[in-house]
C-alpha cells in the first residue's frame, strides 16, 4: 500500500467543506489491520486498528497546517507539521490526516494517509511523523 490523498477530499475541497487556514486538523495512527481504499473511505468511521496505548490518545493529535501560495510557480503548497509523541510505548503502520469536527467520527473528512511501508516501533520512547505536504498546482485547464 502507498500514500495517497482520499478521492472524497477532493470532492470536499472544491465543494468548500475543507479551509485549511481555519479547520482543525489531526494526525492519527494505525496498525496493520487498516488497509486504507482512495475510493470508498471518506469519514474517519472507516479507519480501523487505531493504536491503543496509555501513552496514545484516541482521534491522534492535532496537527499545525500552513498554506503557502507561489504565484509565480503557479503553486499553493498545503504543509501537515511534523507530530511527535514523545512518551511512545507503541508501534504503528499507517497515519492517517483528517479534517476533525469535534464530535462523530462520522463528520471528520479524511486527507491522507501516510504509510510507513512496514510496522515502526517507537525509538526510545520517541515516535514522531515527519511533516507533510500536499502541492496544488495550476498548470492548465482542460477544454
Known amino acids: 500500500m502507498s ?16 479551509d485549511f487556514e481555519t ?3 489531526k494526525v492519527m495512527l494505525t496498525d496493520g489491520s487498516y488497509d ?11 479507519v480501523v486498528g487505531e493504536v491503543v496505548d496509555a501513552s496514545y490518545t484516541a482521534g491522534g493529535e492535532t496537527v499545525v497546517v500552513t498554506v503557502t501560495a507561489d504565484l509565480a510557480e503557479d503553486k499553493v503548497t498545503v504543509t ?18 483528517y479534517k476533525a469536527r469535534g464530535g462523530a467520527a462520522s463528520a471528520d473528512e479524511l486527507i491522507f494517509v501516510v504509510d ?17 505536504s ?5 498548470n492548465q485547464v482542460g477544454a
Not at 5 to 15: D, E, K
Not at 81 to 90: G, H, N
Open 116 to 132: 510507513f511501508d512496514a510496522t515502526v516501533a517507537a525509538a526510545g520512547g520517541e515516535f514522531t511523523v515527519q511533516q507533510s
Open 36 to 46: 486504507p481504499d482512495k475510493d470508498a473511505d471518506d469519514y474517519r468511521n472507516d
Open 80 to 97: 501537515f507539521a511534523p507530530v511527535e509523541w514523545p512518551a511512545a510505548s507503541f508501534s504503528a503502520r499507517r497515519a492517517v490526516y
Open 23 to 25: 479547520d482543525t486538523f
Open 134 to 138: 500536499i502541492v496544488l498546482t495550476n
Open 3 to 18: 500514500s495517497f490523498i482520499y478521492n472524497s477530499f477532493v470532492s470536499a475541497l472544491v465543494a468548500g467543506k475543507i
